[in-house]
Structures are given as C-alpha cells and as structure tokens.
C-alpha cells in the first residue's frame, strides 16, 4: 500500500500516518522527495485499514498495489482449472458449447431443441425456468415446471442443464433438477446468491455484470471460491455503453485478460452481447480467437414465436452453420468442437 | 408501435406482418413512403410479441411509442406521491433526511449518532446491518445483531428507521426491526428481492443501480407496485462512467426527469456517489436546486474509525455546516429542512 | 512516481530499474514487503521515461503520484481567477451567463435576442457561425457572414460575444471579430487548435468533451496556459453515458471538482447536456449550489422555428422565468445574477 | 419519420403539426390508437426540420425511420469498396497490415523498422510525425522533419506511408509526403479537418472516436465523401467505459455491424484499445474473425525505449510471433497475409 501525503503536509501528520501503519503491522517507510512525500507499506492488505487512512489529515490518497482477488488469481494457481459439469468438462482442449432457448417454453420445444443440439455434438443444454425480466408484466419463466421439462428433456438426450437461479429460496429446488447453475448479469453482486453458490458445490456458470469491471466480476467469483465451491465458469456478456446500436458491447479484451489475470475457465456469451442474431457467428468466432474456453449461444427453432428474446436467437440451420463456420477457428486456437471427435467418426464411418 | 420495413421488403412481407398484428389485436396502417414502407399498430403494447415481429422477413426495426412503466408513471396519477414511513412524511414540504453511519458498528456507535441527528431535527436514521461487499473478505455488517442495536436506537430517540435488505430470506427478519426497507444499487434488478419487497406493504427505499437506465429504474419500482405496494422512495446515488476523479457520477437530470416522469418522490445519495466528504454538501445543494425530496447522508462520529465508506462520511461539525448551508437553499426551492420549525422556535425562545 | 515490481522479480531486475531511474534523475527507494516489492521514486514527472519503465523485464505496473497538471491546478495557484471578457468579469461574485441561440440566422434574430438580454441585464452573447454538426447535410453556419451579424448586434447593444472557432485557419478572423473564443467539446482535443488559441491571448471558452476525464479536461486547459494565454474558463456541458432519456449526463461533481482542482472559472452549459428546456432550469440551479461561476444558455425567440438545437433552447418567457428563479439561488451561494446591482438600483429609482 | 403526439393531444395541435408537415413537402397519415396519436410522414429526411418539429404544442417525441448517412451506407453501393493506397489494395482478399511505431523518432529507427517490416510481407508502414498527446509537455512528434524521414523510409523499401494529420493548415504538407492521411480518434469530430482530407482525395484512414457512436463515425466518413474523396477506411481502436484494466474497450461487434452498414473497408487497431502488448495478439485474431479487413500495429525495435507508447508496442519477435499465429486465422477468414503468396513464393524457392 502506498500512502500519498498532501503536498507541504507537517511532519506530525506524516508521523501520526506512519504511527497507524506500523499499529496495524505494516512496516512503514517513508519516501521523501521533492515534490510530495510518500509512504510505502507492503504488507497483508486490509480494507477497512485503508479506509480509515484515507480520512486522516495530511493523507492526499492511498493507492493500492495488489489485486483484492487471491484464490480466483492466476497468481494463486497456475496451470487453468478444468471445471466438470457432470462429466463434461469445460476449460480444456474441447470448447464448451452451452446452447437452447432463452426461456423453457414446453416440454416439446424442449425436446426438439435438445435432440437437435445432441445431433450436433453439443453436451449442455441452456434453457430459463426464472427469468429476469426488465418489466413485471413480461413473461418471467415457467418456474419448478420449466425445471421439470429441463429435466426431462436431459433424461431423454444425456445432456447436461445449466439454468438460472435468481433467488436464494429457489437455491435447494434449482440445484435439484440443474447440472449447473447460472448466476445472471443482474445477480453478479448479489452477495446472498452467491454465498448459497458457493455452499451447494454445483458447477456455477457466473456471467459478468452489465457494469461491473472485470476486478469486481473476478471478485464475484471469490465469493463462491472462498465459501469452498472451485466450480466457477466465467462468462463474459457484454457491458453497457454509450453506443446504442448493439444490446451491450461485447468486451472481447476481458476474455483475454480474464484468461491471463485467472485460472478459471471463461466462455463468451454471443447472444445477448449483440442482440442481433445476425451478430452471433461473428462474435462467436472472435469469442474463441480470443482465447475463450467456449459459448454461451441462444438457440431456438422458430426464433420469431420466442417468448422472449426472438432477435438474437439462433434458428437451428443458423447454429449449424455457425458451429460449421466456427469449427476452422476453433482449431487455429488448439480447439475442436464439442464432439467433433465422435463427429468426424461418424462421417468417416458414413463416408465409406 | 412502429414497425420499419427494410427497403424494398415485397408485398408479401408487408403483408405477413400486419397480418401478424391483426392477430395479436392491432390495427395497422400502411405508411407507404419514398424511401421506406412503415406500419403504425398503435394499441396495448406487448414485448413478447415485439420481440416476435422483430424476427419476421423484411422487417428492419420495431420502435416502441408508449413508456413501458404504468403505475409509476406521472400519467397514472399527476400529483406527487407522499410516503409515509411511520408518520414521517416523504415528498411534501419538509425535506427527507436520512442520516447515519454505513455500517452498524456497536450500540455506542448508533447511539451517540441517533442523539446527534435527533438535536439537528433529523427523523430518520440509517445504518447497514447486511452490508454488500465487492470483497468477501470485507466486513459483511453485523446481520441480526446490528438491526437490534437500530431498533434500540430507535425506541431510545423516536427516530425511524431505514436498512438494507439483500435477500429474499432475509427480508421478514429486516421488516421486523425497520420502518423502511433500503434495497441498493446492486440488487435493483434482483427482482425476487422486489418482489418480497412489494409484498411486505413497508415503505421501500429504491436506489438507481450504477448501470440502470431511469426507464430501467422505474421498471424496478413499478415491480414493487405492481405487487400492491404503492410506498416506494427512488433514489439516485450515481451511475458509472469512464470518470475515474469520482466513485461514480451523480446523475442530476435523472432527478429532475424522474420527477417529471414519475409521481413517487426522488432523494439523492450525495455520499456514494460522489465518494468524498468534500463533495457531500455540494452534492446535496445541487441536488435539492433540482427538485429532490431529500438526502440520503452516511455521517459518522469519527470518520477515520468507520469500518467503511468514512472517506464519504461527514463527521457531526461538518454535517452541521451542511445542514446550515443546506437551508436556504431549500428555501428557495419551497422546502423546509426536517424539524426546522421547532429549530426556529427553540431559537426563538433561545432569543428571550 | 511508484514502481510495482512483479511476485517474485529477480534482484538483477530489480537493480535494472532502480539504476534506470537513478540514471533518470530520480532517487529510487526499494521497499521490500511480504508480498511485493516496490520502488519508490519520487521526482519530477516525465511521461516518456514512464512508458520506457512499464516494459522493463519484471515490471508490474507503474503509478503516477502527482497530477499532470501544472499551471491550471490550485496547487500552483490558491485564489480564484478572474477571466475578463473586455471588461466583464468572469469568476467573480457576479455570475456569468451568457445566453444567445445556437446558430446566428439573421440580423433581424440577433437583434431582437441581444436586446431582450440587454434589458435582462446579461452582458455576453452566444451565437454560432462555425457550427460542427453531425452530419454534413446539416446547416454548417453562416460563417464570417455570422460574425458580421454578431459584431453588428455587439455595437447596437454592447454585449460582449462569444463565439466557436472550430479550425486553426478561421483562428485569425473568428478572433477579430468576437471578445472570447469558445472550443466545443468535440475540439476540446484537437491541440493544434488549443494551442492557436494559446497565443491569441483572447479570453477561451474551453468546454469539456463528451468523453473527457475531467484530468484531460485540465491538460487541455494546460495547453492554452502554456502558451502563454491565462484567460480560460472551463465549461462542463455532459458526457457520454449508457443513459438515452437525456442528450448527457450533466456531471455536476465535475463542476464542484474543478473548482477544487483548478483556480479557473467553471461554467455550465444546462442546455446541451440535458437537451431538453425543460431541464434548462433545474439545471441551472443545480449548477450553482455546485459552486458554478456562470451558466451558458441556449435562448432562441421562437424555438420551433431554430435552424438548430431547438428542443433546447428556452424562448425569452422562459428565460425570464429561469432568471427570476435563479435569483434566490445564486444569492444562497453568494452570488449575484448579472446586471442585478443596476437593476437593483433601477428598481429603486422606479420606486420613487 | 414518425411524430408521436402527447397523451390527449387536443385536434388543433395534431392539425397544425400535420400542415407544417405538408408545408415542408411530407406527406403525413395520422394513426389513431388506444394510447397514443401517431403521425407517420415517411418522406426525404430534413433534420433542421425535425428540431422544430420537437417543440411544437403537443408533441412529445419524434422518431427518425432512416439512417442519416447515405453514401458511406451498405443501401448506396451493395459491393465490398476497395481502396487503392497508392497500389496497395484494402479491403480484399489480402489482409491489409499497417505497423510501425507510434512516432517517429529518428532516421535510423525509422529505416531498421521499415526493412523489417518488408521482410514480413508488409506494404504500408504507420509513424507518427504530429502527435496530439493529453499533456502540453509531452513530445509533440517531430512535424515536417518526421514526414521526411518517412519519405526516405518509403524510398528505401518502397513500404507505402500512413501518417497522422491534426490540423487544416498542416494538410497540404503532409499530403505531400504520405500516401494515406489519418485522422485520429480525438479529431474524428474535427469537421474542418474532415472536409480538408475530403478535398485531397488522397485515401483517408478514419479512427473512431472514443466515445464516438458507430452512427457519428459513419457520419464521420460520409463528411469526407461528400466532398468527393470516396477513399475512406474505417478503423475501430476502442472506446472509453468504466473498464480500468484496459486503456479502452475494443467494440469487437462495431467491426462486425460497420461492415453490414457500411461498403467502406474496416480495419482494426489492438495497440490503442488494449493499451497492452500482451493483448494484441489475441485481439488482431479477434478482429480477424469478427471480419476486419486488417490491422492497424504498434511496433518498435525497442519498446522499453520507445518516446511513446511503448507498453503496447510489440517487439519485432513478437510481431513475427504474431503474424505466424494470425495466419491460420486468416485463412479460416477468407483471407490471406499481406505478400503471402510472394512469400510462399520465396520460400518455395528458398527450399530450391
């Protein structure tokens, strides 16, 4: 921690400052130079320490110099974590494909969407049952039946689930039915959330906050670690600017830094960033030149009757043309496609 | 609702689409233009069937012509709303004060503040026993224990009070011992939390989130309302910009639109958003010249002691000074300060 | 200036940095802590030498201690500036505004507008005849033909005028006709520019840009000081944000930060941040109990009928109302409305 | 155009804004809903028109249907536009690939950078002679004797040259010595300097500003060919957001949407958005893969003595590095590295 002193501050602010450093067992020194004074104090970090020491007289600023984040930090592991969701595994050499519709309308949407998605080598299967809705009088999910249909459609396919939760009462019956667990955009700060994450063990899909700073959404991630859940996915979404002709603008730097300031794996959601189907194959593809570790894609087979987010889903022949065109891309990066292994058996074994 | 046709769209197109919205109750106009083909389908406005249109043929854009928000809005009800939270009036003549530390420290602590602001005249006293903090490893406010130091504080010197709720499973625990809920910044899309919020029939104290459109901000009341509790207080405490000289940028139109948009009553946070005590009474003059009902004020005893947020907090001498700044200004925007006609009176009889 | 050397750098890195900066100047302090070490170097800033350092083996990250600005800051200078507009103070006990449409249209406009001021007692009038617009199929100003319809509307009146330059070749002619230079705030970077109007020794209007840090806001006052120019005053006018109900976001900390950071005069323009004349008063007033020295307003006879900006522009009823309104305001921070000693007196010679 | 009128809009208002329609040559249809009064007027769009549209009685917003820009739009030319730089094609097959330092700082830099760069199949070499840096007393660039410098550097390897122009009054000089002028970030909004390089017809690179919508960057561009010089590239080099980790936040997405909106070639610049070395790499595939017809590259023999932006210049390994890795990237795109296949050439000759 570096303490910077007000210009011409009198020797007995800066020894009263020096004093609390070494009281809460900092070894404090003082640098003097000719224009301002500063004191240097590297030791364990203390935040409410810092707070106290911003208010005292003569004190012009604190800076700090290490990162709040430890167990998330790259620092604190260095080879990346591979998170498992039931046996599949996200962060390694295969990308992470999660895909299906913004919200589980009925149990034969689900159905389809999901034997399709299994057709395409893709293992996890997105669908909302509790929706964050801007307005009360949207559509705001299906609930425990939403879950249901999610389950079933798994039993039927093998998939994996990965749905949202927004509430800590819903935690217990939501982690029942998932294979992982969503923790959305608007919930990335809300601590209780992510306390109750961290206590159910479950993989945690934990998307960044239209606003939060790649410092505060990697801090997120802390609160689940440190209540002794690793699972972590991060997924980077887009964040809210001045422009206005896309949702959100996509910050394809967060993924590369995420990936360099952190060990967990991080996925790119494609979707929502843009808004605009019509986005989704370009920003896909950046996502994983970028080094992201997979996708988080919205799919629906008539994205004209979706209950919500119509405009940026994908319809099935634009998914499998998207997972077409991305799959050369995803090899330049040291990729392959989920079950693109399998796939390519089964092409060989249908080529002869 | 305006639908936009790309340019050239065929016939059929344009037909599909006001076919579409006959349907759905509609009745559409064909504006056959030079340049574009539009049609206007002015009627109840429903998002998931916009959100449909959006993705048929030839469409190029929806433009949406009515305000999302009902109850809330200024057209539902023209006058301006007053809460009540236990007798104590907000959004009339007198000014709204809340006051106190951001976090609940010790029954010393409360005590000695709520005796202080209770001598300025101020009726409401706030104090965060559930703190949300970007770092898991900072001070998480003393839960419980901290809402009964609030409530004895409270029956020591009559002042209400307000405190955060952070969760859904916490929120008949806070109702019990408060006479206002606070729901923050970063739970203000929690919806679930709203939700409870609007069940509970308690004042509500509504704070803009850092990255929330006012559109967004009023859909976040109109969630409380909309669940049968008309007593919701906004607040803005600043939004979040590339500025880096402030914590975040208090958004002072947004007082002076929500006023304009909305009948419920507006305060302003001049201590988060300016994070600096130095900022505080400018801030809070501004704020009241346009148009707020009153200030949401962190004051600690000792600032350099708080266990968070005293770089913003004013200490007792300098809340004073502020108050006494404050008053001529509410003066001029046709506003009392709290308790400043029994002030004028005791120092009336003072003058004898 | 403080060097955050990287978990781990070997001594021999270590060394290189410090002998660089002892080489530089500098007296370079190791600080050796638990975690990381630093060095400290405190001296005079230069930036080239800064970006050289950050890409030294074992280097974490550099950090700035002492602001950039010189000449601008209240460090060099303690008491406020006083900016003379051919003998109209700008910065002291009698606010500035300086009101006028935005583009100069006609003789027979500008009259009739440098009148109604006159008689409300304002002494600068604003008009555009360089205008940057959007789009280049929009009115671009009348250009000299402007400045002579300004200069002419200067002698019948005798308001001061100020008015844009938006390039270093109109730099000469613009100069020769009004009594301030203005540099909006999409020029607030182009330094060629800055630095014409540095030697100019005329008084500048310098707004802040939409997306300026309210540090590069002061750099580039720095740049007009530093050719030898004193005469500037800052205008805060909004900047870019996610918010889309207002044109910007009036950032009203900046206002009171300015005045804390520099010793310039500060104004606001409520006008083309809020971009609304529905907000024009609101803003006024909050403007300045923030401690505004001025404010510069769009007034325009029939708004409608404004070549630009009319959605903004108040009409003169309007403008007399927010005068009468900011009365009151303006005596609460001390301050008088220009003209209002005269008008004062007039009042008391009507009396007789 | 769409002019939304007031709840209970009385009929004298809507009359009275249809005929002002009719006056202005509009032909207007009135849609009569449940809610609102729509009138559509689908016709030549008028902006100076539309702002006093806004303030007439009863209207409360109006709503424009068609872009603003039109030669510069995907509408005017369906074709990709292929610029020539003085032979050197952008916006084909080939990846265009400008690199260099960020200034020039002597001849000897200048030369060894250049002949590098040719060895690498690079035709168009970056360097900055007039520099717009924050600060008045950090280097400006070296003017005139830079531009030479650059010449002989051109001269020398027959690399093309793209350099930086800031104001009007240096434009004649400067298009003298290069081949492809620049307009940088901070002067995107200089509309002088916009119609200057629109006279010159000289092939124009056009960043976008920091805080610049994609809708006033292409407004940027159609200044330029509205002056006739229809050779503009568009470069996208981030924009400002609350993200402190990175220097700004490249819009991957605006690469993507500029080349729907737009027939104008689109490069990229990962130095400036990132502002780190580390992240260029990942980026320059990025943009790739989001569509970029190439990149803009910071590069320097010496980072760590560069006079400006080291930090996020890459070595020359480290460009090589970077090229290596882009190339299986690019061909996953369509596309190819610059003088890819004379060095194919070459190397199946040297393997001779």
Same mark, same amino acid.
């Given at each position: 921690m570096i303490v910077v002193m007000k210009?011409?501050?009198?020797?007995?602010?800066?020894?009263?400052?020096?004093?609390?450093?070494?009281?809460?067992?900092?070894?404090?020194?003082?640098?003097?130079?000719?224009?301002?004074? *500063?004191?240097?104090?590297?030791?364990?970090?203390d935040i409410s320490l810092l707070s106290g020491l911003e208010t005292m007289e003569g004190v012009e600023k604190i800076i700090q110099v290490s990162t709040p984040y430890q167990l998330v930090s790259r620092e604190a592991k260095e080879e990346d974590s591979?998170?498992?969701?039931?046996? @599949?595994?996200i962060g390694g050499r295969e990308l992470a @494909?999660?895909?299906?519709?913004?919200?589980?309308?009925?149990?034969?949407?689900? +159905?389809?969407?999901?034997?399709?998605?299994?057709?395409?080598?893709i293992s996890i299967l997105r669908g909302?049952?509790?929706?964050?809705?801007?307005?009360?009088?949207?559509?705001?999910?299906?609930?425990?039946?939403?879950?249901?249909?999610?389950?079933?459609?798994?039993?039927?396919?093998?998939?994996?689930?990965?749905?949202? @939760?927004v509430s800590t009462s819903d935690m217990e019956v939501v982690s029942s039915y998932v294979d992982m667990l969503q923790i959305g955009a608007r919930n990335m700060q809300n601590y209780s959330l992510l306390k109750e994450a961290g206590k159910t063990k479950?993989?945690?899909?934990?998307?960044?906050?239209?606003? +939060?700073?790649?410092?505060?959404?990697?801090?997120?991630?802390?609160?689940?670690? +440190?209540?002794?859940?690793?699972? @972590? *996915?991060?997924?980077?979404r887009g964040i809210k600017t001045f422009e206005k002709y896309t949702r959100s603008t996509l910050d394809i730097s967060a993924i590369s830094l995420a990936k360099q300031l952190s060990h967990l794996p991080v996925l790119a959601d494609p979707s929502? +960033?843009?808004?605009?189907?019509?986005?989704?194959?370009?920003?896909?593809k950046a996502a994983v030149s970028a080094g992201a570790d997979g996708l988080l894609v919205e799919v629906h087979p008539v994205p004209s009757e979706a209950w919500c987010d119509g405009p940026q889903s994908l319809n099935f022949s634009r998914f499998e043309e998207m997972l077409r065109d991305l799959k050369p891309v995803a090899e330049t990066a040291g990729r392959t496609l989920p079950g693109s292994e399998s796939l390519t058996q089964s092409l060989k074994e249908g080529r002869q």
């Open positions: 210009l011409n501050a009198p020797q007995d602010q800066v020894k009263a400052v020096k004093e609390k450093l070494f009281q809460e067992g900092f070894k404090p020194h003082l640098i003097q130079g000719v224009e301002k004074q *500063v004191i240097g104090a590297v030791g364990k970090q591979i998170v498992e969701v039931d046996g @599949v595994k @494909v999660m895909a299906g519709p913004c919200a589980v309308e009925d149990f034969k949407q689900m +159905s389809s969407i999901a034997r399709f998605l299994k057709a395409q080598g909302g049952a509790y929706k964050p809705r801007t307005s009360p009088y949207s559509f705001q999910g299906l609930g425990i039946e939403g879950l249901k249909i999610l389950y079933q459609a798994s039993r039927e396919t093998g998939l994996k689930i990965v749905s949202e @939760v479950k993989p945690v899909l934990l998307k960044r906050g239209m606003s +939060s700073s790649i410092e505060e959404w990697l801090m997120s991630a802390e609160y689940i670690l +440190s209540e002794g859940n690793p699972n @972590v *996915v991060l997924c980077e929502h +960033s843009g808004g605009s189907w019509k986005l989704v194959p370009w920003l896909s």
